[in-house]
Protein backbone atom coordinates (compact mmCIF):
# COMPACT_ATOMS: atom_id res chain seq x y z
CA UNK A 1 0.00 0.00 0.00
CA UNK A 2 1.26 3.31 -0.66
CA UNK A 3 1.42 6.41 1.83
CA UNK A 4 2.37 9.33 -0.13
CA UNK A 5 -0.47 11.34 0.03
CA UNK A 6 -1.79 12.11 -3.61
CA UNK A 7 -1.73 15.55 -3.67
CA UNK A 8 -0.04 18.18 -2.75
CA UNK A 9 -0.77 20.30 0.62
CA UNK A 10 -1.98 23.75 0.51
CA UNK A 11 1.64 24.68 2.08
CA UNK A 12 3.35 22.46 -0.24
CA UNK A 13 1.75 24.49 -3.09
CA UNK A 14 2.44 27.43 -1.82
CA UNK A 15 6.29 26.55 -1.46
CA UNK A 16 6.32 25.57 -5.14
CA UNK A 17 4.53 28.39 -6.26
CA UNK A 18 7.09 30.48 -4.38
CA UNK A 19 9.91 28.68 -6.09
CA UNK A 20 8.88 29.72 -9.55
CA UNK A 21 11.11 31.67 -11.41
CA UNK A 22 10.91 34.02 -13.83
CA UNK A 23 11.64 31.57 -16.52
CA UNK A 24 8.74 29.88 -15.14
CA UNK A 25 6.32 32.51 -15.22
CA UNK A 26 7.25 32.82 -18.87
CA UNK A 27 6.11 29.69 -19.76
CA UNK A 28 2.77 29.67 -17.63
CA UNK A 29 2.62 32.65 -19.39
CA UNK A 30 2.83 31.11 -23.25
CA UNK A 31 0.67 28.36 -21.81
CA UNK A 32 -1.93 30.87 -20.97
CA UNK A 33 -2.10 32.39 -24.11
CA UNK A 34 -2.66 29.16 -26.20
CA UNK A 35 -5.20 28.38 -24.05
CA UNK A 36 -6.98 31.30 -24.18
CA UNK A 37 -6.78 31.87 -28.02
CA UNK A 38 -10.29 32.42 -29.38
CA UNK A 39 -12.02 32.75 -25.88
CA UNK A 40 -14.39 35.93 -25.90
CA UNK A 41 -14.28 38.35 -23.21
CA UNK A 42 -11.39 36.54 -21.23
CA UNK A 43 -7.53 37.07 -21.85
CA UNK A 44 -4.25 35.44 -21.35
CA UNK A 45 -3.81 37.26 -18.05
CA UNK A 46 -7.40 36.35 -16.53
CA UNK A 47 -6.59 33.09 -17.53
CA UNK A 48 -3.68 32.56 -15.59
CA UNK A 49 -4.49 34.47 -12.82
CA UNK A 50 -7.90 31.88 -12.90
CA UNK A 51 -5.81 29.03 -12.40
CA UNK A 52 -3.80 30.22 -9.83
CA UNK A 53 -7.10 31.15 -7.98
CA UNK A 54 -8.55 27.40 -8.51
CA UNK A 55 -5.08 26.29 -6.92
CA UNK A 56 -4.60 28.51 -4.09
CA UNK A 57 -8.22 28.22 -3.08
CA UNK A 58 -7.77 24.37 -2.92
CA UNK A 59 -10.51 24.25 -5.68
CA UNK A 60 -7.86 22.24 -7.78
CA UNK A 61 -6.17 19.92 -5.92
CA UNK A 62 -2.40 19.38 -7.67
CA UNK A 63 -1.60 15.51 -7.90
CA UNK A 64 2.13 14.77 -6.30
CA UNK A 65 3.40 13.25 -9.14
CA UNK A 66 2.57 16.29 -11.60
CA UNK A 67 5.20 18.57 -12.83
CA UNK A 68 4.14 22.41 -12.85
CA UNK A 69 4.07 22.97 -16.21
CA UNK A 70 1.83 20.25 -16.83
CA UNK A 71 -0.63 20.88 -14.04
CA UNK A 72 -1.15 24.00 -15.14
CA UNK A 73 -1.42 23.24 -18.66
CA UNK A 74 -4.61 20.90 -18.02
CA UNK A 75 -5.80 23.68 -14.97
CA UNK A 76 -5.59 26.35 -17.86
CA UNK A 77 -7.15 23.68 -20.40
CA UNK A 78 -10.07 22.78 -17.93
CA UNK A 79 -10.85 27.21 -17.32
CA UNK A 80 -10.85 27.48 -21.18
CA UNK A 81 -13.56 24.77 -21.80
CA UNK A 82 -15.30 26.08 -19.06
CA UNK A 83 -15.38 29.44 -20.26
CA UNK A 84 -15.76 28.56 -23.84
CA UNK A 85 -19.24 26.63 -22.81
CA UNK A 86 -20.32 29.13 -20.42
CA UNK A 87 -20.05 31.90 -23.95
CA UNK A 88 -21.90 29.38 -26.11
CA UNK A 89 -24.81 29.38 -23.34
CA UNK A 90 -24.31 33.08 -23.57
CA UNK A 91 -24.23 33.38 -27.35
CA UNK A 92 -27.58 31.32 -27.16
CA UNK A 93 -29.13 33.45 -25.07
CA UNK A 94 -28.24 36.06 -27.16
CA UNK A 95 -29.82 33.93 -30.09
CA UNK A 96 -33.00 34.84 -28.54
CA UNK A 97 -32.86 38.61 -28.94
CA UNK A 98 -34.25 40.63 -31.95
CA UNK A 99 -31.31 40.69 -34.26
CA UNK A 100 -29.17 38.31 -33.02
CA UNK A 101 -28.79 36.20 -36.25
CA UNK A 102 -26.46 39.11 -38.31
CA UNK A 103 -23.98 40.31 -37.35
CA UNK A 104 -22.60 44.27 -38.06
CA UNK A 105 -20.90 43.40 -41.43
CA UNK A 106 -24.66 41.90 -42.51
CA UNK A 107 -22.76 37.95 -42.63
CA UNK A 108 -24.14 35.44 -39.97
CA UNK A 109 -23.06 35.81 -35.78
CA UNK A 110 -20.25 33.77 -34.64
CA UNK A 111 -22.79 31.41 -32.81
CA UNK A 112 -24.55 30.91 -36.33
CA UNK A 113 -21.17 30.05 -38.07
CA UNK A 114 -20.41 27.80 -35.31
CA UNK A 115 -23.72 25.94 -35.29
CA UNK A 116 -23.53 25.70 -38.85
CA UNK A 117 -20.15 23.99 -38.46
CA UNK A 118 -21.04 21.79 -36.41
CA UNK A 119 -23.90 20.51 -37.92
CA UNK A 120 -22.09 20.00 -41.09
CA UNK A 121 -19.51 18.02 -39.24
CA UNK A 122 -22.30 16.07 -37.28
CA UNK A 123 -23.54 15.23 -41.01
CA UNK A 124 -20.65 14.30 -41.98
CA UNK A 125 -20.18 11.33 -39.40
CA UNK A 126 -24.19 10.46 -40.35
CA UNK A 127 -23.16 6.90 -41.54
CA UNK A 128 -20.45 6.36 -38.91
CA UNK A 129 -22.34 5.95 -35.24
CA UNK A 130 -18.83 5.36 -33.20
CA UNK A 131 -16.83 8.15 -35.43
CA UNK A 132 -19.95 10.52 -34.66
CA UNK A 133 -20.13 9.67 -31.12
CA UNK A 134 -16.26 10.34 -30.65
CA UNK A 135 -16.79 13.61 -32.01
CA UNK A 136 -19.64 14.54 -30.01
CA UNK A 137 -16.93 13.39 -26.36
CA UNK A 138 -14.99 15.70 -28.44
CA UNK A 139 -17.06 18.33 -28.03
CA UNK A 140 -17.99 17.56 -24.52
CA UNK A 141 -14.65 17.92 -23.29
CA UNK A 142 -14.77 14.60 -21.60
CA UNK A 143 -11.51 12.29 -20.77
CA UNK A 144 -11.36 9.36 -22.64
CA UNK A 145 -12.49 6.90 -19.93
CA UNK A 146 -15.24 8.59 -19.48
CA UNK A 147 -16.01 8.76 -23.56
CA UNK A 148 -15.26 5.22 -23.37
CA UNK A 149 -17.36 4.21 -20.73
CA UNK A 150 -20.37 5.71 -22.43
CA UNK A 151 -19.76 4.47 -25.67
CA UNK A 152 -19.37 1.08 -24.47
CA UNK A 153 -16.00 1.21 -26.75
CA UNK A 154 -13.19 -0.74 -25.43
CA UNK A 155 -9.78 1.31 -25.54
CA UNK A 156 -8.77 0.48 -29.37
CA UNK A 157 -12.03 0.32 -30.54
CA UNK A 158 -12.62 4.08 -29.33
CA UNK A 159 -9.08 5.61 -30.49
CA UNK A 160 -10.06 3.91 -34.06
CA UNK A 161 -12.96 5.76 -34.01
CA UNK A 162 -11.26 8.76 -33.49
CA UNK A 163 -9.19 8.31 -36.10
CA UNK A 164 -11.92 7.84 -38.40
CA UNK A 165 -13.36 10.28 -37.28
CA UNK A 166 -10.67 12.75 -37.80
CA UNK A 167 -10.29 11.36 -41.48
CA UNK A 168 -14.06 11.82 -42.38
CA UNK A 169 -13.31 15.85 -41.34
CA UNK A 170 -10.24 15.60 -43.62
CA UNK A 171 -12.17 14.68 -46.41
CA UNK A 172 -15.23 16.36 -45.42
CA UNK A 173 -13.71 19.99 -44.78
CA UNK A 174 -10.28 19.82 -46.61
CA UNK A 175 -11.60 21.04 -49.94
CA UNK A 176 -13.46 24.07 -48.22
CA UNK A 177 -17.34 23.79 -47.71
CA UNK A 178 -19.25 21.40 -49.05
CA UNK A 179 -23.22 21.52 -49.14
Known amino acids: MDDEPTH ?107 NDLLSRMRHALAGDPEAREALEHILADSDRDEAQRASGLDATRYETARRRMLRHMFTAFSAGWKS
Open 8 to 114: LSMSEVRRALDRLRPADIVRLSALSRNWARGLRGHDADDMLNEAFDRVLSGRRPWPSDVPTPAFFSGVMRSIASQWRREGARELLIEDGEEGATENISGGLSPDLEL
